[in-house]
Every structure is written in structure tokens, then in C-alpha cells.
């Protein structure tokens, strides 16, 4: 049993048997009433390391919906989340990542609640991570979240990748058009020169959209669009560099034997003569693997394996008596070229996630367009037309992300519409789905329905 002092009075806790995926349930009596439900979940840095505790109120993990009991403090139930990283101490504002703690009513928790319902999901967190059997509930929750991070992995990196690709193409685009823009207004600087006329006078003069105007700011929005080609470039490697960590097979918790590869065939965890169990040399945290009792001797490969491999390490002599051994440091640690071939399936050294402070937030799932209708599109098409506005689309309604209506306003100024993201839309107001943007005058409309959108476009003064 766990006591925790809160504010609102001593709470109590007890915890049930860890399920097959690697979760445990926290039961509570006291100031506060519900269950609390614990698991290993990935790093918010790097998906594809488990070195992370969620604990979230209610009897469901906080990637479902929130689940009775939830935790009730004097008849009031709240749902939330925290999320525990391993990799930082408990001690800093970044060791912990604290969702919002609300009411089923989706109001705030009230000051007093707040802080008894983080007291509470700390202490179940802590309790879950400092259990003796914390890396085989490890290596059971990475199991079983591997492929739901897959999959939304998957979809993260198709979108970069045609992300960066629109990018790449715009920024392209705009140094072709800037390039353009200046020869064409040197030309008519050479013409006016040449045979002044009132005419090349007013091509020549500054002013918005004019060839001046344009040289100006399409170089500028070019290295813009080559920035962000950039950025999305860093973010598809990492999310490709996840998704080979999440593919590779899962690290095996200390103590179970685990099958491991032979170059040209699997075979078990073999047993040697004395009896004892041949394993994976053990591994020091965040560091090179260390020297173990028993000295592990690679299994031997078959003249069939790759010349490039590198060698097996020798077994190292044993050491007189009454020495010790000198602890693994950088400078002593294996080099790369040196180290024994580790199994596929082995353990695996793990590393602190590349956290480096407070401003670290966790990711969330990629954005969806599935609020996007047919039905929500034709209705923008009337709203255009009623307004008296000529438009366009590209004719992706298949596929609302690159989805784009191209809208000329009454003082031809072009406009841009398209759908917004789940994240940017409220269920409160479903119908406002919509965001518009004119280059021409470096704006964008918030998210609004399809009438407020014609109506914004129709009114805008020149």
C-alpha cells in the first residue's frame, strides 16, 4: 500500500497486477477515490526509446478515452495525464510532463485539486518505475505500443516528405519568378532610357505587386521556402532514424533468455557445460557494455560471413587476485572497430533522450483532415458563389490536406483557402473549418465557416 499526503488529505493506494501490456492499475481510498492507470511508454524526444512513465487518471491509457472510475475528489471526477522522463531527474521542471487536469465538464480542476491529483500521479509513477521488475514491463509495453508508433510514424513521414517536396518546388518557383521580375524591369529601365515615356515611368514605379515590389520580396520569400524545406528535411530524419530504432527487435529485460543470430541460421540461448545459461554480456546505463562474471565468447561465424565484419573480440585474461578492475570509462571503452558483434536480439545500450530543457514538449499523433466533407466543401463552393466571387479548386477533396481554393477578390487580389487541422478546429463549432491567406497583403483569416470566410474575402478593403 501507498500513502500520499495531499492537500486535500492522506490518499491510499494499492496496486493490482501488471496486465499483458505491461500497465498497472493504482486503486485509491481516502481524500480521493478512482483508480490511476501506470505504464512504460517512449521517450516524448525519441519514440523509439522506452525510458519514459505515463500515468493517467482513470482505468485506460491516455491514448484512449478517459475511462471510469476516474479519480474523484469530494464526489467531483477528473481526468488528465503526466508523463514521467526517466532520463531527467524527478527533481527538475523537465523530468516531468504535465498535461491538463480537468473535470468531465471540461473545466480547469481547481487549484486545491490540482495539486492533489499531481501528487497523486507522481507517486504512482514513481512507484511503477522503482518496481523490480520495471524492465520486463518495459520491454512488454514497447512491445505492445510498437505498432501504433509504426503506423503513425509512417503516416509523419509521408507527410514530411511531400511537405518538403511542396517546399523545395515553391522555393524554386519564387527564385525563377524573382529572376524574371528583375530582367524584366532592367529591360524597361534600358527602354526608358533609351525613349522616356510616361508609360515605362509607371511600369518602373514602386508600388504593391509592381515589378520593383516583386523583385523585392520574392528572393526573400524563397530562402523562406528553402528554410522550411530544411526544417522539414530534420524532422523527416528523425522520424525516419525512430522508425528504424522501432523496427529493429525489442531489447530483452536482464534474466530471460532470448533467441539470438548465427550468421546463416537463429538458434536459442544455449546452455554450456557447467550448467549455467550463456547471456548477453550485461549493460551499464547510458554507457559501452561492461565486463561480466562469466566471460561471454562470441558464437563463432561460418566461412559464409562478410569479410567487411569486424572481428570478435578476444576473451580478456583474468586478472591476478587482489586487483581490481578498473572501471569502463571513455577512454577505455571498447572502439567501435574492436567491439564483439552484439545478437540481434541482445540488449541493447540505451541512451538519454536528447532533452536539453524546459521547453521540451511531447509530440502528439500527425494532424488528420477527416472534419473536411464533401458535404463541407460544396457548401464553401455556394458560399463563394453567393458572395459574387470568382474561385477555383485543385480538386483534391480525396485528399483535404492538399486540398487549396484559389478565390480573386473584387479588388483582384488572389486568395488562398483551405482546410485547417483537427488541432486548429473546435467541436464546439464544427462548421468552422476553414482558413483563407493573401500574399498580396501577407495576411491570414483564423479558422471560420465557409459564409465568414466569403464574407472576409468580399469585404477586405483595397
Keep these: 500500500m501507498i500513502t500520499i499526503a495531499t492537500p486535500s488529505g492522506t490518499v491510499r493506494a494499492v496496486s493490482a497486477e501488471a496486465d499483458a501490456t505491461g500497465a498497472v492499475r493504482y486503486h485509491f481510498t481516502g481524500a480521493a477515490t478512482g483508480t490511476v492507470h501506470v505504464t512504460a511508454t517512449s521517450s516524448p524526444a525519441r519514440w523509439d526509446q522506452f525510458d519514459a512513465v505515463r500515468a493517467t487518471l482513470g482505468s485506460a491509457s491516455a491514448r484512449e478515452w478517459p475511462a471510469e472510475p476516474l479519480v474523484r475528489i469530494r464526489g467531483r471526477a477528473y481526468w488528465g495525464t503526466t508523463v514521467r522522463v526517466l532520463a531527467h531527474s524527478a527533481d527538475v521542471p523537465w523530468g516531468w510532463l504535465a498535461g491538463d487536469l ?4 471540461d473545466r480547469p480542476a481547481p487549484p486545491q485539486a ?4 499531481t501528487a497523486i500521479l507522481r507517486a504512482c509513477a514513481s512507484h511503477y518505475a522503482a518496481r523490480s521488475d520495471f524492465p520486463t514491463l518495459q520491454h512488454t509495453a514497447r512491445h505492445h505500443d510498437t505498432p501504433q508508433l509504426l503506423t503513425w510514424l509512417d503516416a509523419m513521414i509521408t507527410h514530411s516528405e511531400r511537405a518538403q517536396a511542396r517546399w523545395l518546388q515553391e522555393a524554386e518557383t519564387y527564385r525563377v519568378q524573382a529572376t524574371r521580375t528583375l530582367a524584366a524591369w532592367w529591360t524597361l529601365a534600358r527602354w526608358f532610357t533609351a525613349h522616356p515615356h510616361p508609360v515605362l515611368a509607371l511600369l518602373l514605379a514602386s508600388g504593391r505587386e509592381s515589378l520593383a515590389h516583386r523583385a523585392e520580396y520574392l528572393p526573400k520569400w524563397a530562402e523562406i521556402s528553402t528554410r522550411a524545406a530544411e526544417d522539414e528535411g530534420r524532422r523527416l530524419a528523425l522520424f525516419r532514424s525512430e522508425r528504424e530504432g522501432l523496427a529493429r527487435p525489442a531489447a530483452a529485460p536482464d534474466g530471460e533468455d532470448r533467441p539470438y543470430f548465427v550468421v546463416g541460421q537463429w ?7 557447467s550448467g549455467t545459461s550463456r547471456r548477453h554480456p550485461p549493460v551499464r546505463a547510458n554507457g ?6 562469466t566471460p561471454w565468447t562470441p558464437t563463432t561465424r561460418s566461412a559464409t560471413s562478410r569479410s567487411s565484419t569486424p572481428p570478435a573480440r578476444k576473451p580478456q585474461p583474468s586478472r591476478p587476485a587482489g586487483r581490481r578492475a578498473r572501471p569502463a570509462s571513455a577512454s577505455t571503452a571498447i572502439s567501435p572497430a574492436r567491439r564483439p558483434i552484439p545478437p540481434l536480439t541482445g540488449v541493447a545500450c540505451r541512451q538519454a533522450a536528447p532533452v536539453s530543457g524546459p521547453e521540451h514538449k511531447e509530440r502528439r499523433p500527425v494532424a488528420t483532415f477527416t472534419h473536411t466533407t464533401p458535404q463541407r466543401c460544396a457548401q464553401l463552393g455556394r458560399a463563394l458563389t453567393a458572395a459574387g466571387l470568382y474561385w477555383s479548386d485543385n480538386g483534391h477533396q480525396d485528399d483535404p490536406q492538399f486540398l487549396t481554393y484559389t478565390v480573386t477578390d473584387p479588388h483582384g487580389r488572389t486568395w488562398q483557402v483551405s482546410p485547417a ?3 486548429q478546429t473546435s467541436p464546439s463549432s464544427p462548421g468552422q473549418i476553414w482558413q483563407a491567406s493573401c500574399t498580396a497583403l501577407t495576411t491570414r483569416t483564423p479558422v471560420l465557416s465557409a459564409r465568414l470566410i466569403a464574407e472576409h474575402i468580399k469585404d477586405v478593403p483595397a
Design 288 to 293: 559501452p557494455r561492461c565486463a561480466s562474471s
Design 114 to 117: 490540482s495539486q492533489t491529483l
Design 421 to 423: 487541422t483537427n488541432f
Design 267 to 273: 538458434r536459442a540461448a544455449a546452455t554450456s557445460t
Design 102 to 105: 480537468k473535470d468531465t465538464a
